[in-house]
């Protein structure tokens, strides 16, 4: 099973890290050949939909840990049912969300936001396409769920990077062409439909006694209902802290203003989801070893895992503090350098939002996910009236401030309410998985604060490369050395695998 988590974490890392590059790629020629307008409404769609997606109830993580469970425990009758169940639920999500984006166009809402004449079109051509699509994509997103349960998430990253890659060379070759954004979004998504259903196929043949039959089965939607209707706080809470924030920007700023922040935003959500990837397999895997009841394992991941991602946690976000100046100078010139500050403040940011991340995992591994829900979702409401404040009074910026704000008020909640429910020693944590995993890294972002000018000055891609390759790895032998017992264990249990 650890041989799976490994191999599994790594797969994430490769198809993370490859998305990141895409994306880093494709932002600039979208601005270079779309405009920021165009851009601005593309960006605006993709904000509107995802946030529409609250709309599946947490099912798909909720999903993904009773197939996960259900399957250490060979219930393959309950498998079978959940999969039939998702593919009418999804339809039906899939097709209230459809409505919702049609109604956009239908009911021409393009003055809700500072769309010029001459890109209404593109506006209601993304808003329409965007329905159709939602409306194949959601059932077939069954597949993805089922992989991941069934802990062959290799399989699934893999299939997930060719259809990815497919279709960003797809949007690059098309912008380079002179085809519009509405092109770009239709080649982008019919390649990660490929991908999907290549997956389905592949679980017709993994699960031999699986048989389509897609029908709403009441007891297994209480079921996943019954763990999932918290997840979806918490999905509804991360939209609230870190999607709506596009949203607010259209509607109180300017579209434009959009593709800015986007640019500014994009090293924070790159290192958000490097960091994030370390523990993005661990829910299934708790969830398998809680249904056997390993107690042992669950603990060890409590203490000492939480400590191994923190001291990671550390290492890329202060890394990113200083080298995220010349990463924006070199990927989009000098036009955004009165905003630089801000990049660094979120990236900064990171290490104390990200602190309690694994541990959540563990939670929803477990199940026990009611309080941290509620405590989420509270903040989360906060952020609307404070961010639409802070972007009236403070611009860009404030909705920075905004977002910060609220989402470290979370993080004492967290610990005083949350970590009883399974009984997380507190001062152990904070201790042991806290405080040592970050120390180490006091000196490492001393040293860097002292070359901070040379940083600075970096002016090539190939510099930038070598630097922090040299650094990161610096960071990396401080991670392995202040979590040895941990790294030798993995290291053998790699040797054997």
């Known amino acids: 099973m650890l041989k799976t988590l490994i191999l599994n974490t790594v797969s994430q890392y490769f198809l993370k890290i490859l998305l990141l590059v895409l994306s880093f790629y494709t932002v600039p020629l979208f601005i270079k050949f779309a405009g ?37 425990l060979e219930d393959y009758d309950k498998l079978n049912r959940i999969i039939n169940n998702n593919f009418v639920y999804y339809f039906i999500i899939g097709l209230v969300i459809s409505i919702l984006l049609w109604s956009t166009s239908i009911f021409q809402l393009d003055h809700w936001f500072d769309i010029k004449a001459q890109q209404r079109s593109t506006f209601y051509s993304l808003f329409t396409f965007a329905g159709v699509w939602t409306l194949i994509y959601w059932p077939a997103t069954v597949s993805s769920n089922v992989l991941i349960g069934l802990q062959k998430i290799l399989l699934d990253n893999t299939i997930s990077a060719l259809s990815q890659l497919l279709g960003f060379i797809g949007a690059i070759i098309l912008l380079k062409m002179g085809k519009g954004v509405v092109e770009v979004f239709i080649v982008q998504n019919s390649f990660i439909l490929i991908g999907l ?20 089965d009441k007891d297994i939607f209480k079921l996943i209902f019954a763990y999932s209707g918290w997840v979806a706080l918490t999905s509804i809470a991360g939209i609230l802290l870190f999607n709506l924030d596009n949203i607010i920007i259209g509607a ?31 829910m299934p895997y708790i969830s398998h070893k809680n249904a056997v009841q390993n107690e042992s394992v669950i603990n060890d991941f409590i203490y000492n895992g939480s400590k191994l991602f923190n001291s990671i946690n550390a290492l890329i976000s202060i890394s990113a503090f200083f080298f995220v100046k010349p990463f924006l100078y070199l990927w989009v010139g000098d036009e955004y350098k009165e905003y630089y500050w801000i990049a660094q ?36 409401i906060l952020n609307v009236p404070i961010g639409y404040f802070g972007a009236n009074y403070f611009g860009l910026e404030g909705t920075v401030y905004a977002t910060i704000i609220v989402a470290l008020a979370i993080l004492p909640f967290q610990y005083m309410y949350a970590f009883p429910v399974i009984n997380v020693d507190k001062l152990k944590y904070l201790k042991g998985s806290i405080l040592k995993a970050f120390l180490p890294f006091v000196g490492y972002a001393l040293a860097l604060y002292l070359l901070r000018d040379y940083l600075y000055a970096i002016d090539s891609w190939l510099s930038l490369f070598g630097h922090s390759t040299i650094i990161g790895s610096i960071g990396m032998l401080i991670v392995a050395i202040s979590n040895r017992r941990l790294t030798i264990r993995i290291i053998k249990k790699i040797k054997k695998t």
């Open 36 to 72: 920021y307008q165009n851009y601005g409404i593309y960006l605006l769609v993709q904000s509107i939909a995802g946030s529409l997606a609250v709309l599946n109830l947490g099912f798909p993580k909720g999903s993904a840990k009773f197939i996960a469970q259900f399957n250490a």
């Open 197 to 216: 259903i290549i997956k389905f196929i592949i679980i017709k043949n993994t699960l031999p006694s699986y048989k389509f039959s897609p029908r709403l």
């Open 252 to 282: 109180v700023l300017s579209v434009q203003l959009i593709s800015v922040y986007k640019i500014l935003n994009t090293p924070f959500r790159g290192i958000g989801t490097l960091i994030g990837t370390f523990n993005s397999a661990i």
């Open 345 to 380: 403040l979120l990236c900064l940011f990171q290490i104390v939002w990200k602190s309690n991340s694994f541990l959540m995992q563990i939670f929803h591994g477990i199940g026990k996910i009611k309080i941290i829900s509620i405590i989420t979702i509270v903040f989360a």
